[in-house]
């Protein structure tokens, strides 16, 4: 069994900064690719940001790239979202996810966080 808990969501004004982290407990992560999703009220959940445990590319959605950027900690087995220039359409709730494939579609997600809000006023 994975355990993944978010924090660092918030309310931020567009243009501002947040980071996320995602404390990752339980069986060894090292196979898994990680990833941040995000689901805002009435739409489809969106893959945000992946990266594999133990090595290789990183990947993003089209609406973040540039803005966002995934990180690893493996000393701290936390997983990071850096998000940079946000806008209002960045509002949701972010989910950290891990996958045994490096996948962008939420259903292929063997295990999720609570999730955390993320609120960018205009």
């Known amino acids: 069994q994975v355990r993944l808990v978010e924090s660092g969501g918030g309310l931020v004004q567009a243009g501002g900064s947040l980071r996320l982290s995602c404390a990752v407990s339980?069986?060894?992560?090292?196979?898994?690719?990680m990833a941040w999703f995000r689901q805002a009220p009435g739409k489809e959940r969106e893959f945000v940001a992946g990266i594999p445990w133990i090595r290789g590319n990183t990947r993003y959605g089209d609406s973040v790239k540039g803005r966002f950027t995934i990180s690893k900690d493996k000393d701290k087995s936390t997983v990071y979202l850096q998000m940079d220039s946000l806008k209002p359409e960045d509002t949701a709730v972010y989910y950290c996810?891990?996958?045994?494939?490096?996948?962008?579609?939420?259903?292929?997600?063997?295990?999720w966080g609570q999730g955390t809000q993320v609120t960018v006023s205009s």
């Open positions: 996810a891990a996958s045994f494939h490096v996948v962008v579609h939420p259903e292929r997600y063997t295990y």
């Open positions: 339980g069986r060894t992560v090292s196979s898994y690719f």
